[in-house]
Protein backbone atom coordinates (compact mmCIF):
# COMPACT_ATOMS: atom_id res chain seq x y z
CA UNK A 1 0.00 0.00 0.00
CA UNK A 2 1.17 3.87 -0.93
CA UNK A 3 1.45 6.49 1.16
CA UNK A 4 -1.81 7.68 -0.41
CA UNK A 5 -3.94 5.09 -1.12
CA UNK A 6 -6.93 4.78 0.59
CA UNK A 7 -9.01 2.26 2.14
CA UNK A 8 -12.25 1.26 1.56
CA UNK A 9 -13.48 4.19 4.31
CA UNK A 10 -11.44 6.92 2.36
CA UNK A 11 -8.22 6.23 5.28
CA UNK A 12 -4.80 6.32 3.78
CA UNK A 13 -3.90 3.72 5.82
CA UNK A 14 -4.27 -0.19 6.44
CA UNK A 15 -7.33 -1.12 7.36
CA UNK A 16 -6.33 -3.11 10.35
CA UNK A 17 -4.78 0.13 11.58
CA UNK A 18 -8.24 2.09 11.45
CA UNK A 19 -10.51 1.58 14.43
CA UNK A 20 -14.29 2.16 13.46
CA UNK A 21 -16.77 2.48 16.33
CA UNK A 22 -20.17 1.03 14.71
CA UNK A 23 -23.36 2.18 16.55
CA UNK A 24 -24.89 -1.60 16.34
CA UNK A 25 -29.01 -0.86 17.14
CA UNK A 26 -29.44 -4.73 17.21
CA UNK A 27 -31.05 -4.72 13.73
CA UNK A 28 -29.85 -6.40 10.37
CA UNK A 29 -28.39 -3.00 8.80
CA UNK A 30 -25.84 -2.18 11.56
CA UNK A 31 -24.81 -5.80 12.43
CA UNK A 32 -24.63 -6.22 8.77
CA UNK A 33 -21.97 -2.94 8.72
CA UNK A 34 -20.17 -4.23 11.65
CA UNK A 35 -19.85 -7.60 10.05
CA UNK A 36 -18.50 -5.66 6.46
CA UNK A 37 -15.69 -3.58 8.18
CA UNK A 38 -15.02 -6.61 10.71
CA UNK A 39 -14.64 -8.81 6.80
CA UNK A 40 -12.36 -6.28 5.49
CA UNK A 41 -10.04 -6.51 8.36
CA UNK A 42 -11.33 -2.90 10.21
CA UNK A 43 -10.08 -2.40 14.09
CA UNK A 44 -13.90 -2.72 15.02
CA UNK A 45 -15.74 -1.71 18.16
CA UNK A 46 -19.49 -2.14 18.37
CA UNK A 47 -21.16 0.11 20.92
CA UNK A 48 -25.02 -0.05 21.98
CA UNK A 49 -27.29 2.36 23.48
CA UNK A 50 -30.17 1.36 26.08
CA UNK A 51 -32.32 4.42 25.50
CA UNK A 52 -34.94 3.58 27.73
CA UNK A 53 -35.82 1.15 30.29
CA UNK A 54 -37.00 -1.60 27.77
CA UNK A 55 -39.22 -2.92 31.26
CA UNK A 56 -41.10 0.08 31.35
CA UNK A 57 -45.09 0.70 30.41
CA UNK A 58 -44.20 3.04 27.35
CA UNK A 59 -41.46 1.07 25.70
CA UNK A 60 -42.38 -1.13 22.87
CA UNK A 61 -41.14 -5.24 21.90
CA UNK A 62 -39.12 -5.10 18.41
CA UNK A 63 -38.46 -1.51 18.99
CA UNK A 64 -34.47 -0.58 18.45
CA UNK A 65 -32.26 0.41 21.65
CA UNK A 66 -34.43 -1.72 24.38
CA UNK A 67 -33.98 -5.24 26.03
CA UNK A 68 -34.11 -7.72 23.25
CA UNK A 69 -31.90 -5.56 20.57
CA UNK A 70 -29.38 -4.74 23.04
CA UNK A 71 -29.10 -8.92 23.38
CA UNK A 72 -29.20 -9.15 19.69
CA UNK A 73 -26.34 -6.81 19.30
CA UNK A 74 -24.60 -8.65 21.82
CA UNK A 75 -24.68 -11.83 20.67
CA UNK A 76 -24.00 -10.46 16.71
CA UNK A 77 -20.80 -9.16 18.40
CA UNK A 78 -19.67 -12.36 19.86
CA UNK A 79 -20.10 -14.07 16.36
CA UNK A 80 -18.24 -11.19 14.75
CA UNK A 81 -15.56 -11.47 17.49
CA UNK A 82 -15.42 -7.92 17.81
CA UNK A 83 -15.62 -5.97 21.17
CA UNK A 84 -19.17 -4.56 22.23
CA UNK A 85 -20.27 -1.83 24.89
CA UNK A 86 -23.20 -0.97 26.24
CA UNK A 87 -23.54 2.39 27.32
CA UNK A 88 -26.64 3.93 29.34
CA UNK A 89 -28.34 7.13 27.85
CA UNK A 90 -31.80 6.69 28.90
CA UNK A 91 -31.49 9.92 31.17
CA UNK A 92 -29.67 11.57 27.99
CA UNK A 93 -32.38 10.38 25.85
CA UNK A 94 -35.30 11.32 27.96
CA UNK A 95 -34.16 14.78 28.21
CA UNK A 96 -33.20 15.60 24.80
CA UNK A 97 -35.88 13.54 22.63
CA UNK A 98 -38.80 12.38 25.06
CA UNK A 99 -39.36 15.33 27.38
CA UNK A 100 -39.32 17.99 23.71
CA UNK A 101 -41.27 15.25 21.75
CA UNK A 102 -43.82 15.71 24.40
CA UNK A 103 -43.73 19.19 24.60
CA UNK A 104 -43.86 18.99 21.13
CA UNK A 105 -47.48 17.75 20.80
CA UNK A 106 -48.37 20.12 23.51
CA UNK A 107 -47.81 23.14 21.28
CA UNK A 108 -50.06 21.70 18.43
CA UNK A 109 -46.95 20.25 16.49
CA UNK A 110 -46.34 16.98 14.82
CA UNK A 111 -42.82 15.97 15.63
CA UNK A 112 -40.43 13.42 14.22
CA UNK A 113 -38.23 12.05 17.44
CA UNK A 114 -35.75 10.45 15.18
CA UNK A 115 -34.55 13.42 13.83
CA UNK A 116 -33.51 14.65 17.55
CA UNK A 117 -32.22 11.34 18.51
CA UNK A 118 -29.48 11.45 15.74
CA UNK A 119 -29.06 14.76 16.59
CA UNK A 120 -28.19 15.09 19.77
CA UNK A 121 -27.54 11.42 20.87
CA UNK A 122 -25.96 9.71 18.04
CA UNK A 123 -24.08 12.06 16.40
CA UNK A 124 -23.26 13.90 19.23
CA UNK A 125 -22.50 11.83 22.74
CA UNK A 126 -22.27 8.66 20.63
CA UNK A 127 -19.89 10.44 18.02
CA UNK A 128 -17.91 11.71 21.19
CA UNK A 129 -17.82 8.67 22.67
CA UNK A 130 -16.14 7.34 19.27
CA UNK A 131 -13.31 10.05 19.69
CA UNK A 132 -12.66 9.10 23.57
CA UNK A 133 -11.92 5.72 22.00
CA UNK A 134 -9.51 6.99 19.62
CA UNK A 135 -11.24 5.74 16.41
CA UNK A 136 -10.85 7.01 13.22
CA UNK A 137 -14.61 7.54 12.43
CA UNK A 138 -18.17 6.10 13.46
CA UNK A 139 -20.00 4.03 11.41
CA UNK A 140 -24.16 3.47 11.44
CA UNK A 141 -26.73 1.42 9.19
CA UNK A 142 -28.10 4.35 7.47
CA UNK A 143 -29.11 4.26 4.05
CA UNK A 144 -27.37 7.34 3.02
CA UNK A 145 -24.12 8.35 0.54
CA UNK A 146 -21.07 9.70 1.76
CA UNK A 147 -18.94 11.46 -0.68
CA UNK A 148 -16.26 13.99 -1.03
CA UNK A 149 -16.05 16.99 -3.16
CA UNK A 150 -12.71 16.71 -5.24
CA UNK A 151 -12.14 20.23 -5.54
CA UNK A 152 -12.97 21.53 -2.01
CA UNK A 153 -12.10 17.78 0.13
CA UNK A 154 -15.85 18.86 1.88
CA UNK A 155 -17.60 15.38 2.35
CA UNK A 156 -21.21 15.65 0.77
CA UNK A 157 -24.76 13.94 2.11
CA UNK A 158 -26.48 12.44 -0.70
CA UNK A 159 -29.91 10.06 -0.74
CA UNK A 160 -29.25 6.39 -0.72
CA UNK A 161 -29.25 4.89 -3.62
CA UNK A 162 -32.22 2.73 -2.92
CA UNK A 163 -35.19 5.51 -2.83
CA UNK A 164 -37.08 3.12 -0.87
CA UNK A 165 -34.98 2.80 1.56
CA UNK A 166 -33.29 6.66 1.86
CA UNK A 167 -33.21 8.09 5.33
CA UNK A 168 -31.57 11.32 4.11
CA UNK A 169 -34.82 12.81 5.25
CA UNK A 170 -34.06 11.83 9.19
CA UNK A 171 -30.16 13.22 9.07
CA UNK A 172 -30.38 16.60 7.71
CA UNK A 173 -29.41 17.59 11.23
CA UNK A 174 -25.93 16.69 10.59
CA UNK A 175 -23.22 19.09 10.63
CA UNK A 176 -20.36 19.19 8.00
CA UNK A 177 -17.88 18.24 11.24
CA UNK A 178 -20.18 15.73 11.92
CA UNK A 179 -20.12 14.73 8.42
CA UNK A 180 -16.33 14.38 8.10
CA UNK A 181 -16.71 11.54 10.80
CA UNK A 182 -19.29 9.70 10.01
CA UNK A 183 -19.21 6.69 7.38
CA UNK A 184 -22.31 4.60 5.96
CA UNK A 185 -21.41 1.65 3.98
CA UNK A 186 -25.14 0.50 3.64
CA UNK A 187 -25.57 3.83 1.15
CA UNK A 188 -25.26 2.26 -2.20
CA UNK A 189 -26.84 -1.15 -0.94
CA UNK A 190 -30.53 -2.55 -1.14
CA UNK A 191 -32.26 -4.51 1.55
CA UNK A 192 -32.32 -7.70 0.39
CA UNK A 193 -28.44 -7.83 -0.05
CA UNK A 194 -28.12 -6.46 3.30
CA UNK A 195 -29.95 -9.80 4.49
CA UNK A 196 -28.28 -11.92 2.23
CA UNK A 197 -24.94 -10.46 4.12
CA UNK A 198 -26.38 -10.90 7.48
CA UNK A 199 -27.21 -15.10 6.67
CA UNK A 200 -23.98 -15.26 5.31
CA UNK A 201 -21.91 -13.79 8.28
CA UNK A 202 -24.15 -16.31 10.29
CA UNK A 203 -26.17 -13.52 12.03
CA UNK A 204 -28.96 -14.14 14.61
CA UNK A 205 -30.79 -10.62 13.31
CA UNK A 206 -31.14 -12.05 9.11
CA UNK A 207 -34.32 -12.12 9.50
CA UNK A 208 -35.28 -9.93 12.03
CA UNK A 209 -38.01 -7.76 11.25
CA UNK A 210 -37.16 -3.60 10.64
CA UNK A 211 -38.22 -1.41 13.38
CA UNK A 212 -41.95 0.35 13.14
CA UNK A 213 -42.64 3.91 14.60
CA UNK A 214 -40.92 5.56 16.99
CA UNK A 215 -38.74 3.23 19.11
CA UNK A 216 -40.39 4.60 22.65
CA UNK A 217 -44.34 4.91 21.33
CA UNK A 218 -46.17 0.91 21.78
CA UNK A 219 -48.57 0.21 19.23
CA UNK A 220 -48.47 3.57 17.52
CA UNK A 221 -50.26 5.44 20.60
CA UNK A 222 -48.36 8.13 20.67
CA UNK A 223 -50.95 10.43 22.49
CA UNK A 224 -51.19 7.76 25.23
CA UNK A 225 -47.17 8.79 25.73
CA UNK A 226 -47.56 12.17 25.62
CA UNK A 227 -50.66 11.76 28.21
CA UNK A 228 -48.46 9.82 30.51
CA UNK A 229 -45.47 12.55 29.99
CA UNK A 230 -47.48 15.76 30.43
CA UNK A 231 -50.82 14.74 31.67
CA UNK A 232 -52.43 18.47 31.07
CA UNK A 233 -52.12 17.88 26.87
CA UNK A 234 -55.42 16.08 27.32
CA UNK A 235 -57.96 18.68 28.67
CA UNK A 236 -60.89 18.53 25.91
CA UNK A 237 -61.91 21.78 24.03
CA UNK A 238 -63.91 23.18 20.91
CA UNK A 239 -63.60 21.62 17.21
CA UNK A 240 -63.62 24.91 15.35
CA UNK A 241 -64.59 25.41 11.25
CA UNK A 242 -62.69 27.58 9.47
CA UNK A 243 -65.59 29.90 9.25
CA UNK A 244 -65.54 30.32 12.89
CA UNK A 245 -68.22 28.06 13.95
CA UNK A 246 -67.98 25.58 17.10
CA UNK A 247 -68.79 22.42 15.48
CA UNK A 248 -68.12 20.04 18.57
CA UNK A 249 -66.04 19.42 21.36
CA UNK A 250 -62.80 16.81 21.71
CA UNK A 251 -60.83 15.51 24.24
CA UNK A 252 -57.58 16.80 24.03
CA UNK A 253 -55.18 18.33 20.63
CA UNK A 254 -52.86 15.65 20.80
CA UNK A 255 -55.22 13.40 19.42
CA UNK A 256 -55.05 15.17 15.92
CA UNK A 257 -52.71 16.04 13.81
CA UNK A 258 -52.66 18.86 10.75
CA UNK A 259 -54.18 17.07 7.40
CA UNK A 260 -56.00 14.31 9.45
CA UNK A 261 -59.17 13.33 8.23
CA UNK A 262 -60.62 9.91 9.86
CA UNK A 263 -61.38 10.07 13.38
CA UNK A 264 -62.30 13.76 14.10
CA UNK A 265 -65.70 12.90 15.11
CA UNK A 266 -67.60 15.18 13.25
CA UNK A 267 -70.94 14.47 10.84
CA UNK A 268 -70.47 17.21 8.28
CA UNK A 269 -72.11 17.62 4.59
CA UNK A 270 -68.30 17.55 3.10
CA UNK A 271 -65.15 15.90 4.01
CA UNK A 272 -63.23 17.98 7.03
CA UNK A 273 -59.91 17.95 7.67
CA UNK A 274 -57.50 18.93 10.46
CA UNK A 275 -56.12 22.53 9.24
CA UNK A 276 -54.47 23.71 12.66
CA UNK A 277 -54.45 22.88 15.98
CA UNK A 278 -54.29 25.94 18.34
CA UNK A 279 -52.69 24.50 21.39
CA UNK A 280 -52.85 27.71 23.57
CA UNK A 281 -56.95 28.09 23.00
CA UNK A 282 -57.44 24.22 23.19
CA UNK A 283 -58.70 24.21 19.39
CA UNK A 284 -59.17 21.84 16.81
CA UNK A 285 -59.01 24.03 13.62
CA UNK A 286 -61.21 21.82 10.72
CA UNK A 287 -62.44 22.61 7.23
CA UNK A 288 -62.03 21.47 3.75
CA UNK A 289 -59.24 20.53 2.42
CA UNK A 290 -58.39 23.55 0.18
CA UNK A 291 -57.78 25.08 3.44
CA UNK A 292 -54.94 23.19 3.83
CA UNK A 293 -53.24 24.57 0.31
CA UNK A 294 -49.85 26.28 1.53
CA UNK A 295 -47.31 28.17 -0.86
CA UNK A 296 -45.09 29.11 1.87
CA UNK A 297 -43.09 27.35 4.87
CA UNK A 298 -40.78 28.75 7.55
CA UNK A 299 -38.25 26.99 8.29
CA UNK A 300 -36.45 27.31 11.92
CA UNK A 301 -32.78 26.14 13.15
CA UNK A 302 -31.74 25.97 9.35
CA UNK A 303 -28.85 23.33 9.27
CA UNK A 304 -27.27 23.56 5.79
CA UNK A 305 -24.62 21.63 4.80
CA UNK A 306 -24.88 23.75 0.56
CA UNK A 307 -22.64 26.85 -0.40
CA UNK A 308 -24.36 30.10 0.79
CA UNK A 309 -27.44 30.82 0.03
CA UNK A 310 -27.64 33.68 -2.54
CA UNK A 311 -29.99 36.97 -1.59
CA UNK A 312 -32.17 36.20 -4.28
CA UNK A 313 -32.89 32.29 -3.02
CA UNK A 314 -32.17 29.27 -4.51
CA UNK A 315 -34.27 26.82 -6.71
CA UNK A 316 -34.00 23.43 -4.67
CA UNK A 317 -36.37 20.71 -3.98
CA UNK A 318 -38.12 19.58 -0.78
CA UNK A 319 -39.40 16.95 1.20
CA UNK A 320 -42.01 18.14 3.60
CA UNK A 321 -43.15 14.76 4.93
CA UNK A 322 -40.51 11.67 5.08
CA UNK A 323 -43.37 9.72 3.48
CA UNK A 324 -43.82 11.95 0.18
CA UNK A 325 -41.64 13.01 -2.68
CA UNK A 326 -39.41 16.22 -2.83
CA UNK A 327 -41.40 19.53 -4.23
CA UNK A 328 -39.98 22.33 -6.11
CA UNK A 329 -39.56 25.03 -4.17
CA UNK A 330 -37.01 28.25 -3.83
CA UNK A 331 -35.37 28.79 -0.48
CA UNK A 332 -34.50 31.99 0.93
CA UNK A 333 -32.32 32.71 3.52
CA UNK A 334 -33.80 34.51 6.81
CA UNK A 335 -32.53 35.77 9.98
CA UNK A 336 -29.85 33.58 11.52
CA UNK A 337 -30.88 30.33 11.84
CA UNK A 338 -34.28 30.41 9.85
CA UNK A 339 -35.28 30.36 6.07
CA UNK A 340 -38.26 30.23 3.98
CA UNK A 341 -39.57 28.16 1.49
CA UNK A 342 -41.95 29.45 -1.39
CA UNK A 343 -43.29 26.68 -2.91
CA UNK A 344 -43.90 26.44 -6.70
CA UNK A 345 -47.17 24.53 -6.34
CA UNK A 346 -49.42 24.34 -3.11
CA UNK A 347 -49.02 21.57 -1.28
CA UNK A 348 -51.93 20.32 1.61
CA UNK A 349 -51.44 18.98 4.93
CA UNK A 350 -47.90 20.78 5.96
CA UNK A 351 -47.56 20.46 9.88
CA UNK A 352 -45.41 22.63 12.07
CA UNK A 353 -43.36 20.62 14.10
CA UNK A 354 -42.19 18.19 10.93
CA UNK A 355 -39.02 18.89 9.20
CA UNK A 356 -38.52 20.81 5.70
CA UNK A 357 -35.50 19.20 4.17
CA UNK A 358 -33.97 20.28 0.83
CA UNK A 359 -32.05 18.39 -1.64
CA UNK A 360 -30.15 19.68 -5.05
CA UNK A 361 -30.60 16.69 -7.00
CA UNK A 362 -29.74 13.34 -5.18
CA UNK A 363 -27.61 15.77 -2.46
CA UNK A 364 -28.80 17.04 1.00
CA UNK A 365 -28.31 20.46 0.94
CA UNK A 366 -30.20 20.64 4.49
CA UNK A 367 -33.32 22.03 6.23
CA UNK A 368 -35.10 22.68 9.25
CA UNK A 369 -38.58 22.22 11.35
CA UNK A 370 -41.63 23.49 9.88
CA UNK A 371 -42.71 26.96 12.12
CA UNK A 372 -45.21 28.19 9.91
CA UNK A 373 -47.18 27.89 6.92
CA UNK A 374 -49.35 30.31 4.47
CA UNK A 375 -52.24 29.68 2.47
CA UNK A 376 -51.92 30.13 -1.02
CA UNK A 377 -55.36 31.67 -1.47
CA UNK A 378 -57.21 31.50 2.10
CA UNK A 379 -60.21 33.81 2.80
CA UNK A 380 -59.92 36.45 5.22
CA UNK A 381 -61.87 33.99 7.70
CA UNK A 382 -59.70 31.23 6.67
CA UNK A 383 -56.48 33.22 6.67
CA UNK A 384 -57.30 34.08 10.39
CA UNK A 385 -58.25 31.02 11.40
CA UNK A 386 -55.38 28.26 9.57
CA UNK A 387 -52.46 30.69 8.67
Same mark, same amino acid.
Given at each position: %?????????? $????????????? %????????????? /???????????????????????????????????? #?? *???? @??????????????????? %?? =? &??????????????????? @??????????? @??????????????????????????? /???????????? $? /?????? =??????? $? !???? %???? #??????????????????????? &?????????????? @????? =????????????????????? &????????????????????????????? +??? !????????????????????????????? *?????????????? +? &???????????????????????????? #?????????? +????????????????? #?
Amino acid at each position: %MTDTALNSLG $FPKAPADTRVVVA %MSGGVDSSVVAGL /LKREGYDVIGITLQLYDHGAAIAKKGACCAGQDIHD #AR *MVAE @RLSIPHYVLDYESRFRQAV %MD =E &FADSYVRGETPIPCIRCNQ @RVKFRDLLETA @RDLQADCLATGHYVQRTVDAETGRARL /LRGSDPRRDQSY $F /LYTTTQ =EQLEYLR $F !PLGG %MEKP #AVRQLAEDFGLIVADKPDSQDIC &FVPNGDYAGVVAKL @RPEAA =EPGEIVHVDGSVLGRHDGVIH &FTVGQRKGIGIAAAEPLYVVRLDAEARRV +IVG !PREALARKAVGLRELNWLGEAIPTDGLDV *MVKLRSAQPAVAAR +I &FASEAGSARLELYSAEYGVAPGQAGVVY #AGERLLGGGW +IARTEGSADTAQTAGLA #A
